[in-house]
């Protein structure tokens, strides 16, 4: 597929003209209709009809004697979690400069309230809410009041974990310096996905990356995408692992390609996760982003997890490990009643209230056991989306499920770090595999990296974030495409129809008898016929001199093709490219 075509003509990006940089989209807040964006020591509330209209700005700077420390140690503060409180709070932690520290924010009831600020004098202690180093990640949920987070705790961080903090529940966390449980890693995405009717059941899954405990040996790779879980109501053990989770679990996600040459290609660098919610709440779709690791060969890769896939993995056999030079092997030994990863109270531990009543070796089993000992693999065991040989990487992606004339289709956007977004469909060829399409892509920002990227399918909306500042851009850019009916048709791009006079957004409303789309297979001749008079470029030439013809498709769908007319028939004549030669 062609991505060399690059949009551009997108607003200028909303940024401040303090001198800052490294912009988050840290929330989006669909009730009130704001995006919550944070850049260093500011905090900003914007208009999501309108990212440049009025914005409401926290200034929210580390206090005087510890900016002082952050000077030498050369290091801002960054705001971290941000997170809906209740109706009318957000809850909100922030590296501090190295003194990681939370509060609350009020935002008011509705936007229009117009409503933007900290509540005066309260401060909460962000340990294990918040990353000390503003550069690592963090990722955080509230859940009932409790507060989730994959943070790195200590000033070096050398010490990550999986926190519970806050609300009614025992504060836990994972088992502190056991690279068995987690390895330098980098958290990217938390959510609570249920997994049976049964609230006890519920469970938290966390997506990360991680050093590789065999990464001496050579063939095995030195970094691993993983996923990860614990049960909610876990409240730590009775003997041993206490204050510790006594149900975290974690297995490697494989996403690889064997190319034609009979190489396989690895992606093991996650770099984002996107959870598509479904019909069923416990079944979502996971688009999981992954780029190669090292810097030599930029290849980048989108596969999709089925949570029925991740389930197996965590009901299936854990992996065991001898001393230190031995390899990961199937566990096959007798594994302890409950089985270790089942939430208590749950479906299959009626009667076991607390996980305090565990047994102790079914929590010694798991302290030394965290790992599965099968992977999950991609659906169709291949990714849906593959780049290889380019000059660019893929950072962010969001997905978008639209209607089309003839079908439902799953719209992905892939910030890259040249600073543009890619819109790709992928089309079922045959039930074993699919055809990826590159509609456009749209340069969002002049030079830096796509940072981070929301999407809002009600408001048509996709915001893009970089160093540079946030920008937002129309999920149909139907314009783009031209106004004759075969350049729309041509686009297969869901979001658009030609309507009987341009191309333009597609509503299941738009009247059905003018409409024209074709998103499976783009066949203008079939959808265009009688249509095309409207906007259509037509070039002549004269039989027996030498003429230059030219056609640029608007599309990287389109192809060119040259019809030579002569004695009222017509075939096609030498052509390269887009040109035609005669
Ligand atoms: C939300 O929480 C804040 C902080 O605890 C509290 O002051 C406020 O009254 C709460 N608002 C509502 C509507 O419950
Ligand atoms: C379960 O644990 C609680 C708290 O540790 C203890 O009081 C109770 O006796 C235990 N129940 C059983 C059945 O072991």
Same mark, same amino acid.
């Given at each position: 597929?062609?991505?060399?075509?690059?949009?551009?003509?997108?607003?200028?990006?909303?940024?401040?003209?303090?001198?800052?940089?490294?912009?988050?989209?840290?929330?989006?807040?669909?009730?009130?209709?704001?995006?919550?964006?944070? !850049?260093?020591?500011?905090?900003?509330?914007?208009?999501?009809? =309108?990212?440049?209209?009025?914005?409401?700005?926290?200034?929210?700077?580390?206090? $005087?004697?510890?900016?002082?420390?952050?000077?030498?140690?050369?290091?801002?503060?960054?705001?971290? !979690?941000?997170?809906?409180?209740?109706?009318?709070?957000?809850?909100?932690?922030?590296?501090?400069?190295?003194?990681?520290?939370?509060?609350?924010? =009020?935002?008011?009831?509705?936007?229009?309230?117009?409503?933007?600020?900290?509540?005066?004098?309260?401060?909460?202690?962000?340990?294990?809410?918040?990353?000390?180093?503003?550069?690592?990640?963090?990722?955080?949920?509230?859940?009932?009041?409790?507060?989730? $987070?994959?943070?790195?705790?200590?000033?070096?961080?050398?010490?990550?974990?999986?926190?519970?903090?806050?609300?009614?529940?025992?504060?836990?966390?994972?088992?502190?310096?056991?690279?068995?449980?987690?390895?330098?890693?980098?958290?990217?995405?938390?959510?609570?996905?249920?997994?049976?009717?049964?609230?006890?059941?519920?469970?938290?899954?966390?997506?990360?990356?991680?050093?590789?405990?065999?990464?001496?040996?050579?063939?095995?790779?030195?970094?691993?995408?993983?996923?990860?879980?614990?049960?909610?109501?876990? /409240?730590?053990?009775?003997?041993?692992?206490?204050?510790?989770?006594?149900?975290?679990?974690?297995?490697?996600?494989?996403?690889?390609?064997?190319?034609?040459?009979?190489?396989?290609?690895?992606?093991?660098?996650?770099?984002?996760?996107?959870?598509?919610?479904?019909?069923?709440?416990?079944?979502?779709?996971?688009?999981?982003?992954?780029?190669?690791?090292?810097?030599?060969?930029?290849?980048?890769?989108?596969?999709?997890?089925?949570?029925?896939?991740?389930?197996?993995?965590?009901?299936?056999?854990?992996?065991?490990?001898?001393?230190?030079?031995?390899?990961?092997?199937?566990?096959?030994?007798?594994?302890?009643?409950?089985?270790?990863?089942?939430?208590?109270?749950?479906?299959?531990?009626?009667?076991?209230?607390?996980?305090? =009543?565990?047994?102790? /070796? $079914?929590?010694?089993?798991?302290?030394?056991?965290?790992?599965?000992?099968?992977?999950?693999?991609?659906?169709?065991?291949?990714?849906?989306?593959?780049?290889?040989?380019?000059?660019?990487?893929?950072?962010?992606?969001?997905?978008?499920?639209?209607?089309?004339?003839?079908?439902?289709?799953?719209?992905?956007?892939?910030?890259?770090?040249?600073?543009?977004?890619?819109?790709?469909?992928?089309?079922?060829?045959?039930?074993?595999?699919?055809?990826?399409?590159?509609?456009?892509?749209?340069?969002?920002?002049?030079?830096?990296?796509?940072?981070?990227?929301?999407?809002?399918?009600?408001?048509?909306?996709?915001?893009?974030?970089?160093?540079?500042?946030?920008?937002?851009?129309?999920?149909?850019?139907?314009?783009?495409?031209?106004?004759?009916?075969?350049?729309?048709?041509? $686009?297969?791009?869901?979001?658009?129809?030609?309507?009987?006079?341009?191309?333009?957004?597609?509503?299941?409303?738009?009247?059905?008898? !003018?409409?024209?789309?074709?998103?499976?297979?783009?066949?203008?001749?079939?959808?265009?016929?009688?249509?095309?008079?409207?906007?259509?470029?037509?070039?002549?030439?004269?039989?027996?001199?030498?003429?230059?013809?030219?056609?640029?498709?608007?599309?990287?769908?389109?192809?060119?093709?040259?019809?030579?007319?002569?004695?009222?028939?017509?075939?096609?004549?030498?052509?390269?490219?887009?040109?035609?030669?005669?």
């Amino acid at each position: 597929s062609s991505t060399d075509r690059v949009s551009s003509g997108t607003p200028r990006p909303f940024s401040f003209s303090f001198n800052t940089s490294d912009y988050r989209i840290l929330l989006m807040d669909q009730d009130q209709g704001r995006l919550y964006l944070g !850049s260093r020591e500011y905090l900003v509330a914007l208009d999501m009809h =309108n990212v440049n209209k009025e914005p409401l700005i926290i200034h929210w700077p580390a206090s $005087a004697k510890r900016k002082g420390e952050c000077q030498m140690t050369g290091k801002g503060k960054q705001v971290g !979690s941000h997170e809906p409180w209740n109706r009318t709070h957000l809850y909100t932690c922030g590296t501090g400069a190295y003194q990681p520290i939370c509060t609350f924010i =009020n935002r008011g009831w509705r936007a229009e309230d117009y409503l933007f600020r900290l509540v005066p004098g309260y401060v909460d202690s962000g340990k294990g809410k918040c990353s000390y180093d503003p550069k690592q990640e963090n990722v955080a949920v509230l859940i009932n009041s409790n507060l989730y $987070a994959g943070v790195h705790i200590d000033f070096m961080s050398t010490d990550a974990a999986l926190f519970r903090t806050m609300g009614g529940r025992t504060a836990i966390r994972t088992e502190q310096y056991d690279s068995r449980w987690l390895n330098e890693p980098v958290f990217i995405q938390i959510q609570q996905i249920p997994d049976s009717a049964e609230k006890n059941d519920d469970k938290l899954y966390f997506f990360f990356r991680e050093k590789s405990l065999d990464s001496s040996g050579g063939a095995s790779p030195t970094v691993l995408a993983r996923v990860g879980r614990v049960c909610l109501n876990d /409240e730590g053990g009775q003997k041993s692992l206490v204050n510790r989770w006594t149900t975290f679990l974690k297995a490697r996600l494989i996403c690889s390609v064997i190319g034609e040459d009979g190489v396989e290609t690895r992606f093991d660098e996650l770099r984002d996760v996107f959870i598509q919610p479904t019909q069923d709440e416990r079944n979502p779709m996971v688009y999981a982003l992954f780029t190669t690791a090292g810097s030599v060969f930029k290849g980048s890769a989108v596969c999709v997890y089925s949570m029925a896939d991740i389930r197996n993995v965590f009901n299936g056999p854990f992996a065991h490990k001898h001393g230190h030079n031995y390899q990961w092997t199937e566990y096959t030994g007798k594994i302890p009643y409950p089985r270790p990863g089942t939430c208590p109270g749950g479906t299959f531990t009626p009667g076991i209230r607390s996980s305090k =009543n565990f047994s102790d /070796e $079914a929590v010694n089993f798991i302290r030394a056991h965290p790992l599965m000992f099968h992977p999950v693999y991609p659906i169709h065991r291949r990714p849906l989306v593959v780049r290889t040989g380019v000059d660019y990487r893929f950072t962010a992606l969001v997905v978008d499920q639209v209607d089309a004339v003839d079908g439902r289709y799953e719209v992905l956007f892939l910030g890259t770090d040249r600073g543009t977004v890619q819109k790709v469909i992928v089309l079922p060829k045959d039930p074993t595999s699919f055809e990826e399409l590159t509609l456009e892509e749209v340069e969002v920002f002049r030079v830096p990296p796509v940072k981070t990227m929301k999407i809002s399918s009600k408001r048509q909306q996709l915001y893009v974030s970089s160093d540079a500042g946030l920008t937002q851009v129309s999920l149909h850019r139907c314009g783009v495409y031209g106004r004759a009916c075969s350049d729309c048709c041509l $686009a297969r791009d869901p979001y658009c129809a030609w309507d009987g006079e341009s191309c333009s957004a597609f509503t299941p409303s738009t009247k059905r008898r !003018s409409r024209r789309q074709d998103v499976k297979h783009g066949d203008p001749l079939r959808q265009c016929r009688g249509f095309n008079a409207k906007g259509k470029t037509v070039q002549f030439g004269v039989e027996g001199s030498s003429t230059f013809l030219e056609c640029q498709p608007r599309s990287p769908q389109a192809t060119v093709k040259w019809l030579f007319q002569r004695e009222g028939k017509r075939k096609v004549v030498r052509e390269r490219g887009n040109q035609l030669f005669s």
